[in-house]
């Protein structure tokens, strides 16, 4: 069974810093790549970061980019999004999720989510 498990989500004034964290378990496949997504109300549901940790290939959302960074740990299948200079606007429900084949494109497998909260 393929687990999902997101943390590091909590309150941050803005300006400040958090660090999230995608534990991924149950699989052994040969080539994936896992994603960050973001859902607030009001606004689109919309995908933040993704890597593909056999060759390290990453996208990151135009709107965050120079701000957020999306790395891996494989040893651990561990995929980090460090989000800097947080505002009232990055405030989410930010999930991880994997792609099974390796585009970042068709996600199979969703977290359920933690929520991040930007005080102004």
């Known amino acids: 069974e393929v687990q999902l498990v997101e943390s590091g989500g909590g309150l941050v004034q803005a300006g400040g810093s958090l660090r999230l964290s995608c534990a991924a378990s149950g699989f052994t496949f040969d080539d994936y790549a896992i994603g960050w997504f973001r859902q607030a109300p009001g606004k689109e549901h919309e995908e933040v970061a993704c890597?593909?940790?056999?060759?390290?290939?990453?996208y990151i959302l135009d709107s965050v980019k120079g701000r957020f960074t999306i790395s891996s740990d494989n040893a651990k299948n561990t995929v980090y999004l460090q989000m800097n200079s947080l505002s009232p606007e990055d405030a989410a429900v930010y999930y991880c999720?994997?792609?099974?084949?390796?585009?970042?494109?068709?996600?199979?497998?969703w977290g359920k989510g933690t929520l991040v909260t930007v005080s102004s």
């Open positions: 999720a994997l792609d099974s084949r390796g585009w970042c494109v068709d996600m199979d497998y």
């Open positions: 890597i593909s940790p056999s060759d390290g290939s990453t």
